[in-house]
């Protein structure tokens, strides 16, 4: 039996083991393998599936057959050095705890199965890929590695977790800066007045040669379609609007690797 102190804590792990557990054993085949989809069983495959499985452990009045067992151990399985026995009594307890929740109705229980749902919703995110994503971002870093741009900015501060009327605020601000840029205005001039990245503002905004893969992705996104000469409108990243300029673009020289020595006299 489970220890009745434990119990509160691990009823909600039950529930979680049984949603789980049910989509892992969804996954096996319940007809041999071997067996062409569109051929109706043979009499004696027929005889051999109605036969009952072999059963490898008991909890209450309830089984667990071989083929539910193979089932729950593959989802355990990691590497050839996963210790077989450390996997059963795994096993073993996540089904006791499927069997307690489930005698508590917590199978059955909406507040439950909607708590179940926003878990379940969050682990398939980390596991979500979108391949025509993930295709176009690594062409596009290809494309913008052939080259380096040079740059400039000038950053209006606004966290991204601010107040809606203080983003509306610092984004009206950043485009009145882009509005004078724009005509014309000394962008040196403005990024000294209203920069809030301190490491560039006394230098007029100017930030250096970067390739792909070096700026924040908004600002390279930014730059490398930019023409040279060519003030961008606002842009936000997580440190706020940013007004980049494209100051010139060259073929990429690669990277040189350097050693040197130091003697303080």
């Known amino acids: 039996m489970i220890d009745k102190k434990i119990k509160k804590t691990l009823r909600f792990a039950g529930a979680v083991g049984f949603l789980l557990a049910t989509e892992g054993c969804?996954?096996?085949?319940?007809?041999?393998?071997?067996?062409?989809?569109?051929?109706?069983?043979?009499?004696?495959?027929?005889?051999?599936l109605s036969q009952p499985m072999p059963v490898v452990v008991k909890i209450g009045g309830e089984v667990i057959t071989?083929?539910?067992?193979?089932?729950?151990?593959?989802?355990?399985?990691?590497?050839?050095?996963?210790?077989?026995?450390?996997?059963?009594k795994e096993i073993i307890f996540q089904q006791m705890l499927l069997k307690e929740a489930t005698e508590l109705g917590y199978n059955k229980d909406e507040v439950m199965l909607n708590e179940l749902k926003t878990y379940k919703n969050i682990i398939y995110q980390d596991f979500q890929e979108d391949s025509t994503l993930?295709?176009?971002?690594?062409?596009?870093?290809?494309?913008?590695?052939?080259?380096?741009?040079?740059?400039?900015?000038?950053?209006?501060?606004?966290?991204?977790?601010?107040?809606?009327?203080?983003q509306a605020e610092k984004k009206a601000l950043a485009n009145t800066i882009f509005v004078r840029a724009k005509n014309d205005e000394s962008f040196v001039s403005l990024a000294e007045q209203y920069s809030d990245d301190?490491?560039?503002?006394?230098?007029?905004?100017?930030?250096?040669?970067?390739?792909?893969?070096?700026?924040?992705?908004?600002?390279?996104?930014?730059?490398?379609?930019?023409?040279?000469?060519?003030?961008?409108?606002?842009i936000?990243?997580?440190?706020?609007?940013?007004?980049?300029?494209?100051?010139?673009?060259?073929?990429?020289?690669?990277?040189?690797?350097?050693e040197h020595l130091l003697r303080v006299v």
């Open 198 to 234: 301190k490491n560039t503002s006394a230098k007029g905004g100017y930030l250096g040669w970067y390739t792909g893969l070096q700026l924040l992705y908004p600002m390279e996104v930014t730059a490398y379609r930019l023409k040279v000469g060519e003030v961008s409108e606002p």
């Open 66 to 88: 071989t083929d539910k067992f193979a089932a729950l151990t593959e989802r355990y399985i990691i590497n050839d050095s996963s210790d077989l026995n450390g996997i059963s």
């Open 134 to 166: 993930i295709e176009k971002l690594s062409r596009e870093a290809y494309e913008n590695l052939q080259s380096e741009v040079e740059v400039s900015h000038i950053l209006i501060y606004c966290s991204e977790f601010a107040e809606k009327d203080t």
């Open 26 to 48: 969804q996954r096996f085949p319940s007809t041999p393998q071997n067996v062409p989809i569109n051929e109706a069983p043979t009499a004696e495959i027929v005889e051999e």
């Open 236 to 258: 936000q990243s997580k440190y706020g609007f940013h007004i980049v300029k494209l100051l010139d673009k060259r073929k990429s020289r690669g990277r040189v690797k350097v």
